[in-house]
């Protein structure tokens, strides 16, 4: 049990510090002093850094997917809505840091890494689950809606994170696109 709890420790630390100061920028020395742990405990846990980050991206995969509406949001136009209701109430939280995923790309920049792979797979989820909204509210182009929709979430989380806020015009440009889409 403690070393379970040990590696939700690191995995939670080190999800913030990759997250907000960067992968290559946190060495493994800072995770486990920061832990108030050795190194050796640290690479019980996880063979390496890269494996580290691995499980960080996982964790954060899955609480992404549990945001995405579905329970409480009576249509696919509310779910659609939904999805940048819950990112603005993220990139309005004190000491946002942007998409991790965005983040993790740029940082690696190697489409061939894993954890570019990775950020791709979460963003690929992104759009299955945004297309298949399109598609049950009757989107006339559930694809081309879906790849607009996951775009401009994207560039809403780099604004936020350059500007310090989310933009008011982020929810009328949704309800604009599905509108032009025939989703009512």
């Keep these: 049990m403690a070393s379970e709890n040990t590696r939700d420790r690191l995995v939670e630390h080190a999800t913030g510090l990759f997250h ?75 000491g946002f840091s942007g998409c991790f995923f965005v983040n993790i790309g740029t940082e690696f920049r190697n489409p061939s890494h894993p954890a570019v792979r990775q950020a791709r797979s979460h963003k690929d989820e992104l759009h299955g689950y945004v297309r298949r909204q399109a598609a049950r509210a009757g989107a006339s182009e559930p694809e081309v809606l879906a790849e607009q929709l996951v775009v401009l979430h994207t560039g809403a989380a780099d604004y936020t994170l350059l500007t310090g806020h989310y933009p008011d015009s982020v929810r009328a440009a949704v309800e604009a696109l599905l509108t032009a889409h025939g989703i009512d």
Excluded: N
């Design 20 to 94: 907000r100061e960067g992968y290559h920028a946190v060495g493994v020395d800072r995770v486990a002093a920061d832990l108030g742990i050795s190194k050796k405990t640290l690479y019980k846990q996880f063979r390496s850094k890269g494996d580290l980050l691995t499980e960080v991206l996982e964790r954060c995969h899955d609480m992404a997917v549990r945001d995405f509406p579905d329970e409480g949001y009576a249509t696919p136009r509310e779910r659609l809505l939904g999805i940048f209701d819950a990112q603005r109430v993220h990139g309005e939280a004190p």
